[in-house]
Nanobody, 122 residues
Framework: QLQFVESGGGLVQPGGSLRLSCAASGFTLNYRNIAWFRQAPGQEREGVSCISSRGVTNYADSVKGRFTISRDNAKNMLYLQMNSLKPEDTAVYYC????????????????WGKGTLVTVSS
């Protein structure tokens, strides 16, 4: 009944754009910090971006100016607009949600999607 499902991944050329979506069902994203993480082969999972219940955002230095996180509480969805993609952005991207009042750390996230693969290659 509880689901958190990413979509929008795929193959894109360097410099291109993708928009990832994450749909929640069985629980509400309202009042939660929600975030995108990613994991490249052989690498630890890292935080990409986080957005608070009030819309305050933060970004990893590696994606600042290129990625934009947003949320639609009415639709219970989370988005990540990715522009100017680079090969080093290639990873499995995960959406995640924290309990109310929590921060944006990976260890604090309660709900996780199964991931969607983004491959940036020519």
């Amino acid at each position: 009944q509880l689901q958190f499902v990413e979509s929008g991944g795929g193959l894109v050329q360097p410099g291109g754009s993708l928009r990832l979506s994450c749909a929640a069902s069985g629980f509400t994203l309202n009042y939660r910090n929600i975030a995108w993480f990613r994991q490249a082969p052989g690498q630890e999972r890292e935080g990409v971006s986080c957005i608070s219940s009030r819309g305050v955002t933060n970004y990893a230095d590696s994606v600042k100016g290129r990625f934009t996180i947003s949320r639609d509480n009415a639709k219970n969805m989370l988005y990540l607009q990715m522009n100017s993609l680079k090969p080093e952005d290639t990873a499995v991207y995960y959406c995640a949600a924290a309990p109310r009042g929590s921060g944006c750390s990976s260890s604090g996230m309660t709900y996780w999607g199964k991931g969607t693969l983004v491959t940036v290659s020519s």
